[in-house]
């Protein structure tokens, strides 16, 4: 009975938004404020009952209903709780009923916090909102119920697919969702705005917030995906260019720059066109990544599904929304005005350098995902484009981005000039050259690209905070005037500055890992001793170990390094008996920002084994640098004034709108 509740819920919630969906913006068009009013109302209403229905499904998990395909096909009763609660978005018809839950929910955010926005801007985003919520609704009612009954039920379930067994998938999913559906929003603000003709440094305003939480979300969720990878798949790589990972990706690199954009925007009223774009483009990447993952088009270990029915639907989603949304683009884009003017020396000039380089890698890492899937429908030749492809592409459109990165900050408004920028950044260009140095005489086989690329992830990192250090102005203030004024920086500048550490550190690691990474693979039987940079590995033997749903085989050994203290690994080799599959479980050992990482092959009979050993130096600094990166973006949420309004011009007088409860 609770699944069938959870299932009507579904229906009345698409009800609801077919409601929302018209009356809003029907209201918002004859200036009706009672009809633009509805959405207030009905958004919420429509969270509540997706959650409902996502709370029947969990709880179908939770007591094992397995009447339930979904939940018969995903789950088992001798599974851990927590499994349980993470199997519900384990699969294609869950993850889909979350994905709308959150889109739900950002609408409800909008309907309740946006009282500060104009009310006919706030009636017409919340039914472009409820037309992606009305299609989706419709799709999982249609292709992907969740709530589908078997008669009669099975006695036990077939288990969730075991690499997804894994504590990462407790957090991963929901983050990577609030950032990918989190984008739907300034999608909205993008369609509004072009349905109500108001598209002006206020817009900017109101759109960035929203911009950034689904970006510090995809950035969180991006980096917990890519370790998720790295230690349960047990290959000891942290990015394969995987087409569904390239697939989060892309909105990253456009959301990245609808970011910068917006900034310009708002300041100086420029790039508008650009930032509407920019905004459509990264929810429309948004729903090409959806269209991948389920279509079953591009074979992935990430996949969900492989029903060409949902391939079909999905794609009719996409083109839908994007080919609507560009149409109405390049009608609205020519009565839009040029906005303010600047120099190509100016920092508006260096967030346009920010954004032709972050569109174009957008473009590359697309052109690099689809490109085998258009030969193969133009031939019929099966392909593939792998990390070459992207490494030799990708690297160098990134770094003039990154070589000019700590120089932006540094330049003013509309007009700047280029040498004191520089000057500023001496000390810094100086202490990245001297690391670079100590990287070559330090290190062996003279790794002149690992120097420079070192010494390049300095420049960014220190220069990160070479605006600050400027406001702060230490030698004519003093340590306590400096201090003070770093005192009364606004928090959006740090944020910029933790955002700009995170790429330095991850550069890092990117490069430490890269070109000092070192494998060995043995096979070993117990009581023997491998060597990998000076840490020896004793294989002690193999103990056997009984799970809640597997039995795994767990390899003990006992890892030295003379001056440094004793530690054990123990990698498994596990088979779960429901789903008949066989999973490694990698070891790892993180020593300050490195790690030692060992996987295992088949075991034979008499305990030898087939051992892959990596030792990953700075490769903690890859995940490190997104949590920095995360951290700035949730800094400069807390900055105020990203939620009050830009001046606003009312009988010759400038006044500010306070736009306080805006997120």
């Known amino acids: 009975m609770i699944a069938e509740i959870g299932h009507f819920a579904l229906v009345i919630a698409l009800a609801l938004s077919l409601i929302q969906s018209v009356l809003p913006a029907w209201g918002a068009k004859i200036k009706d404020t009672r009809l633009m009013a509805v959405g207030q109302t009905t958004a919420p209403a429509i969270f509540l009952f997706i959650a409902l229905s996502f709370a029947a499904l969990t709880n179908a998990y939770v007591t094992s209903d397995f009447s339930l395909i979904n939940v018969w096909s995903n789950s088992h009763s001798d599974q851990p709780l927590i499994y349980k609660f993470t199997s519900v978005w384990g699969n294609h018809e869950g993850s889909m009923l979350l994905w709308v839950m959150i889109l739900a929910f950002f609408a409800s955010l909008v309907a309740v916090f946006g009282n500060t926005l104009p009310a006919t801007l706030r009636a017409n985003v919340l039914s472009v909102q409820a037309w992606i919520l009305v299609a989706f609704l419709l799709f999982v009612l249609f292709t992907s119920n969740p709530f589908e009954r078997q008669i009669p039920a099975p006695f036990e379930g077939n288990d969730l697919n075991p690499i997804l067994q894994d504590l ?17 929003i300034t999608f909205s603000f993008a369609i509004a705005a072009m349905m109500g003709g108001r598209i002006d440094a206020a817009w900017a305003r109101w759109v960035r917030p929203w911009a950034l939480i689904a970006w510090v979300f995809l950035t969180a969720g991006i980096a917990m995906g890519s370790y998720w990878a790295y230690y349960e798949l047990g290959w000891g790589g942290w990015w394969f260019w995987d087409p569904v990972e390239n697939a989060s990706f892309i909105p990253w690199l456009s959301g990245t720059a609808l970011l910068h954009s917006a900034l310009v925007m708002e300041k100086r009223e420029a790039l508008k066109i650009w930032t509407l774009l ?16 389920r279509s079953g088009v591009l074979t992935s270990v990430h996949s969900f599904a492989n029903d060409p029915e949902r391939g079909v ?7 839908i929304f994007i080919g609507g949304s560009l149409t109405l683009f390049a009608f609205r884009s020519s009565s839009l005005k040029a906005g303010g003017l600047f120099q190509p020396i100016s920092r508006e000039g260096a967030l346009v350098f920010n954004n032709l380089f972050l569109a174009t890698a957008a473009a590359t890492v697309l052109v690099g995902t689809l490109y085998p899937l258009i030969i193969e429908v133009i031939n019929g030749a099966k392909i593939s484009v792998g990390e070459p492809f992207f490494n030799m592409t990708f690297g160098p459109i990134m770094l003039p981005l990154l070589i000019l990165m700590p120089l932006g900050p540094l330049l003013s408004w509309k007009r700047a000039d280029f040498y004191p920028a520089m000057q500023r950044l001496f000390a810094v260009f100086i202490s990245a050259v001297l690391v670079a140095i100590l990287v070559l005489a330090f290190t062996k086989d003279e790794p002149y690209l690992a120097a420079i690329g070192i010494g390049l992830a300095a420049w960014v990192i220190l220069g990160a905070f070479a605006e600050i250090a400027t406001r702060a102005n230490f030698r004519k203030a003093g340590l306590v005037g400096g201090l003070h004024r770093i005192k009364g920086l606004p928090r959006s500048m740090w944020g910029t500055a933790f955002g700009h550490l995170g790429m330095g550190v991850m550069l890092l690691g990117i490069v430490g890992v890269s070109a000092f990474e070192k494998e060995l693979v043995v096979e070993i039987k117990p009581k023997d001793v491998v060597t990998i940079s000076g840490y020896e590995l004793k294989y002690n033997g193999v103990i056997p170990v009984t799970g809640p749903n597997y039995s795994e085989s767990v390899l003990n ?63 903690v600094c890859i995940w490190l640098g997104a949590f920095f990166m995360s951290l700035g973006g949730l800094i400069s949420l807390s900055d105020r004034r990203l939620r009050v309004g830009v001046a606003k011009t009312s009988k010759g007088r400038t006044k500010f709108k306070s736009l306080e409860n805006a997120v």
């Open 557 to 619: 050994f006992t890892v030295s390094k003379p001056g440094e203290k004793t530690f054990e690994l123990n990698p498994t080799k596990r088979f779960y008996t429901a789903r008949k599959t066989p999973t490694t479980e990698a070891a790892i050992e993180t020593i300050w920002l490195s790690q030692l990482y060992v996987s295992l092959g088949d075991i034979k009979s008499d305990g030898s084994v087939v051992l892959r050993v990596w030792w990953k130096p700075l490769i």
């Open 278 to 293: 920019l905004a459509i483009i990264t929810f429309s990447m948004s729903l090409l990544g959806t269209f991948l993952v």
């Open 168 to 184: 990462g998938l407790a957090i991963h999913p929901p983050m990577l969702y609030l950032g990918y559906v989190g984008f739907s």
């Open 313 to 319: 639907f999905i794609l009719i989603i996409l083109l």
